[in-house]
């Protein structure tokens, strides 16, 4: 059964720095996968953050591009997220996503706020 799990959540204070881990379970070729991060703030619809394909181009909403980094380590199925210069509208649960053809597995979320 495949697992996401993310970790690295917490609070941070404006303009601080913050690295998400999305770690991978039970999955076979993990490198076929298109990475996703989404996130949910209270009383906003789920966004796309970042995104990197199996060939490590990238794509990031303009919110956060210049400021947010999308990585993977295929050798350890893991994936992150690493957050500069955080603002209080980066407040989110946020969300890893494996994508590959029909495959879609999604992770629980972990809860980032942003403290002025």
């Known amino acids: 059964q495949v697992q996401l799990v993310e970790s690295g959540g917490g609070l941070v204070q404006t303009g601080g720095s913050l690295k998400l881990s999305c770690a991978a379970s039970?999955?076979?070729?993990?490198?076929?996968?298109?990475i996703v991060w989404h996130r949910k703030a209270p009383g906003s619809q789920r966004e796309s953050v970042a995104t990197?394909?199996?060939?490590?181009?990238?794509i990031y909403d303009d919110s956060v591009k210049g400021r947010f980094t999308i990585t993977r380590d295929n050798a350890r199925s893991t994936a992150y997220l690493q957050m500069n210069s955080v603002k209080a509208e980066d407040t989110a649960v946020y969300f890893c996503?494996?994508?590959?053809?029909?495959?879609?597995?999604w992770g629980r979320g972990t809860q980032v706020t942003v403290s002025s």
């Open positions: 039970g999955i076979t070729s993990f490198s076929m996968y298109t």
């Open positions: 996503g494996l994508l590959w053809g029909s495959n879609h597995y």
């Open positions: 990197m394909t199996p060939t490590k181009n990238t």
